[in-house]
């Protein structure tokens, strides 16, 4: 059982950052860690997600060059830097691992082993 303890997000107006953690009761090198966000009548999609082991990322398209995702293994812990946000990023932010995988590229709520409880992120025009 891996526990996800998330924190982080917050309200912020167009064009600020905000900064998402994910702390995992433990590490797993061959996991993709990361984050599923859902707004409103919309389904949940795939952010950003870190390789455990090689320290590759996967980012939406959305979010490049906007968003960057990191690790500290020592700690357990995936950061989520959300810089330039827009009122479109409004969403519930749900950290996710997805284990036993070589390669974090789209990752599929159905492969995701284990959810965070989510944080909502408010981003005001």
């Known amino acids: 059982q891996v526990r996800l303890v998330e924190s982080g997000g917050g309200s912020v107006q167009a064009g600020g950052s905000l900064r998402l953690s994910c702390a995992a009761s433990?590490?797993?090198?061959?996991?993709?860690m990361g984050w599923f966000r859902q707004a409103p009548g919309k389904e949940r999609e795939g952010v950003a997600f870190i390789h455990g082991g090689d320290g590759s990322t996967y980012y939406t398209d959305s979010v490049k060059g906007r968003f960057t995702i990191s690790q500290d293994t020592a700690r357990n812990t995936v950061y989520l830097q959300m810089d330039s946000l827009r009122p479109e990023d409004t969403a519930m932010y749900y950290c996710?691992?997805?284990?036993?995988?070589?390669?974090?590229?789209?990752?599929?709520?159905?492969?995701?082993?284990?959810w965070g409880q989510g944080t909502q992120v408010t981003v005001s025009s």
């Open positions: 433990t590490y797993n090198s061959y996991s993709c």
């Open positions: 996710a691992a997805a284990l036993w995988r070589s390669s974090c590229t789209v990752v599929a709520q159905y492969e995701v082993n284990y």
